[in-house]
């Protein structure tokens, strides 16, 4: 298949490399601007959970505080009933007075050093809490700076790919500018829009570069002649002589 002797000679191949090549540097410029911005939001993503991570534990700080001051007062109240037990069992009357008090003692002591044990637990729970928190400021804070440094630099090389980008914008209107309105159709529909290669060598054993498809010899001396576009009629792409690579 041949697009018509209308675009006959090397130059328009040339031409329409030439804007391929502009094609694929904006595609490149594209997927950074890109990667650039999911770097940003992973990172972002990454303080977002160190914050909430950090909130978490500052919450289990203060349950543990309250904790503490919750069994403080149970220890106090206890030693308050333990000291006003041994003072009754001082004026006891009988031995089923001492007894009684004695054991109502026994008791007093019991649930002060349960008291006491749950109070020395969570102390060492807040502990343990605000250790965690103090690691997990220190990692948000690291995160927080690294987001702050590296969101500068991408801000710095994104106005440059932006800067780019529309430098090439007005080079491939320059260069479609140059080419034939039928050549340039066909390389729009070759190359999906310059989403994709629109142009491929005819290899030295005659077959599409990109495909594989064997290309009439008929065909192969028109494209190594350079006569006109050719197309393979395998997967749609321009065949050009291998030389113009």
Same mark, same amino acid.
């Given at each position: 298949?041949?697009?018509?002797?209308?675009?006959?000679?090397?130059?328009?191949?040339?031409?329409?490399?030439?804007?391929?090549?502009?094609?694929?540097?904006?595609?490149?410029?594209?997927?950074?601007?890109?990667?650039?911005?999911?770097?940003?939001?992973?990172?972002?993503?990454?303080?977002?959970?160190?914050? !909430?991570?950090?909130?978490?534990?500052?919450?289990?700080?203060?349950?543990?505080?309250?904790?503490?001051?919750?069994?403080?007062? !149970?220890?106090?109240?206890?030693?308050?009933?333990?000291?006003?037990?041994?003072?009754?069992?001082?004026?006891?009357?009988?031995?089923?007075?001492?007894? =009684?008090?004695?054991?109502?003692?026994?008791?007093?002591?019991?649930?002060?050093?349960?008291?006491?044990?749950?109070?020395?637990? !969570?102390?060492?729970?807040?502990?343990?809490?605000?250790?965690?928190?103090?690691?997990?400021?220190?990692?948000? +804070?690291?995160?927080?700076?690294?987001? =702050?440094?590296?969101?500068?630099?991408?801000?710095?090389?994104?106005?440059?790919?932006?800067?780019?980008?529309?430098?090439? +914008?007005?080079?491939?209107?320059?260069?479609?500018?140059?080419?034939?309105?039928?050549?340039?159709?066909? %390389?729009?529909?070759?190359?999906?829009?310059?989403?994709?290669? !629109?142009?491929?060598?005819?290899?030295?054993?005659?077959?599409?570069?990109?495909? %594989?498809?064997?290309?009439?010899?008929?065909?192969?001396?028109?494209?190594?002649?350079?006569?006109?576009?050719?197309?393979?009629?395998?997967?749609?792409?321009?065949? %050009?002589?291998?030389?113009?690579?």
């Amino acid at each position: 298949m041949t697009a018509g002797e209308s675009m006959q000679g090397t130059d328009i191949v040339e031409e329409l490399l030439t804007l391929q090549e502009i094609d694929h540097r904006i595609l490149k410029i594209e997927d950074q601007l890109e990667s650039l911005g999911g770097e940003v939001a992973g990172l972002r993503e990454t303080v977002e959970t160190l914050e !909430a991570q950090v909130a978490r534990i500052r919450a289990e700080v203060e349950e543990a505080e309250g904790r503490v001051r919750q069994f403080h007062r !149970a220890v106090e109240a206890g030693r308050a009933t333990l000291k006003r037990l041994e003072a009754r069992s001082v004026a006891v009357a009988n031995m089923q007075q001492h007894l =009684a008090v004695r054991s109502e003692t026994d008791t007093a002591r019991r649930n002060l050093r349960a008291a006491e044990d749950d109070q020395l637990d !969570a102390m060492q729970d807040v502990e343990t809490a605000r250790g965690a928190l103090k690691a997990a400021e220190a990692e948000l +804070g690291e995160a927080t700076a690294q987001l =702050a440094e590296r969101s500068t630099a991408v801000e710095g090389l994104r106005t440059t790919l932006e800067g780019d980008l529309l430098h090439c +914008g007005v080079s491939r209107r320059t260069q479609e500018s140059r080419l034939d309105r039928r050549a340039l159709q066909l %390389y729009r529909t070759a190359g999906g829009g310059g989403r994709q290669a !629109a142009l491929a060598e005819l290899t030295v054993d005659g077959v599409c570069g990109r495909c %594989y498809t064997a290309i009439p010899k008929q065909q192969q001396t028109e494209i190594r002649a350079r006569r006109h576009l050719a197309i393979c009629e395998g997967c749609g792409i321009i065949l %050009y002589p291998g030389s113009l690579a």
